[in-house]
């Protein structure tokens, strides 16, 4: 079965830098997209980034873009979110997610077929 593996969470002052993975293991497709998600208390659920395997398109949020960045490394099926100049609104859990039959113009288009467990993400001083 799909398994997505979140690590590199934890709590930062604003400002800094965090770096994300994501270890994506149990499926067959050579094309899908990943990336993440977030949730705050309270918030309804983000779509924050997501590439896709083949091309490597990237898409991101308006409220991220120019501070975060996404990668991946197909040969390891892993993938990266580097987070620069968080701010506290970034604070949420944010969960890798796939879609394997992806549909992606936008980043509102990423469904999240798949899910990681998440991993808290905590910016304050």
């Known amino acids: 079965q799909v398994q997505l593996v979140e690590s590199g969470g934890g709590l930062v002052q604003p400002g800094g830098s965090l770096r994300l993975s994501c270890a994506a293991s149990g499926f067959t497709e050579d094309y899908y997209a990943i990336g993440w998600f977030r949730q705050a208390p309270g918030k309804e659920r983000e779509g924050v980034s997501c590439i896709t395997s083949r091309d490597g398109s990237t898409y991101h949020a308006d409220s991220v873009k120019g501070r975060f960045t996404i990668s991946r490394d197909n040969a390891k099926n892993e993938v990266y979110l580097q987070m620069n100049s968080l701010k506290p609104e970034d604070t949420a859990v944010y969960f890798c997610?796939?879609?394997?039959?992806?549909?992606?113009?936008?980043?509102?288009?990423?469904?999240?077929?798949?899910r990681g467990q998440g991993t808290q993400v905590t910016v304050s001083s």
């Open positions: 997610v796939i879609d394997l039959s992806p549909r992606i113009a936008t980043i509102n288009d990423l469904v999240g077929d798949y």
